[in-house]
């Protein structure tokens, strides 16, 4: 069963860095794209950033580009989410997702909590 566990949010002010951290178990995780989405109060979630299981490539929102940063370390099953010059539109729950074999993302963390204070 896959399961994926995300750590590193918190409360920080604008301007400020955070790292997020996506533990992955329950199969082969270089296999799989990973993928980070958020979700702002009263507000659809959506994507942030993606990358591939190999890790070679990366795509960002448009309002993260330059400044937030996704990678991966295949041999700790873990994927991460690099976040700097935060904003205070950045608060929001963020989501690592991860892709099944038909590319879709169908696996889902729990969420962690990213507020940013002006």
């Known amino acids: 069963q896959v399961q994926l566990v995300e750590s590193g949010g918190g409360l920080v002010q604008a301007g400020g860095s955070l790292r997020l951290s996506c533990a992955a178990s329950?199969?082969?995780?270089?296999?799989?794209?990973m993928a980070w989405f958020r979700q702002a109060p009263g507000k659809e979630r959506e994507f942030v950033a993606h990358?591939?299981?190999?890790?070679?490539?990366?795509r960002y929102a448009d309002s993260v580009k330059g400044r937030f940063t996704i990678s991966r370390d295949n041999a700790k099953n873990t994927a991460f989410l690099q976040m700097s010059s935060l904003k205070p539109e950045d608060t929001a729950v963020y989501y690592c997702?991860?892709?099944?074999?038909?590319?879709?993302?169908?696996?889902w963390g729990q969420g962690t909590q990213v507020t940013v204070s002006s």
């Open positions: 997702a991860s892709t099944s074999v038909s590319g879709l993302y169908a696996y």
């Open positions: 329950g199969r082969t995780f270089s296999s799989y794209a």
């Open positions: 990358i591939s299981g190999s890790g070679t490539s990366t």
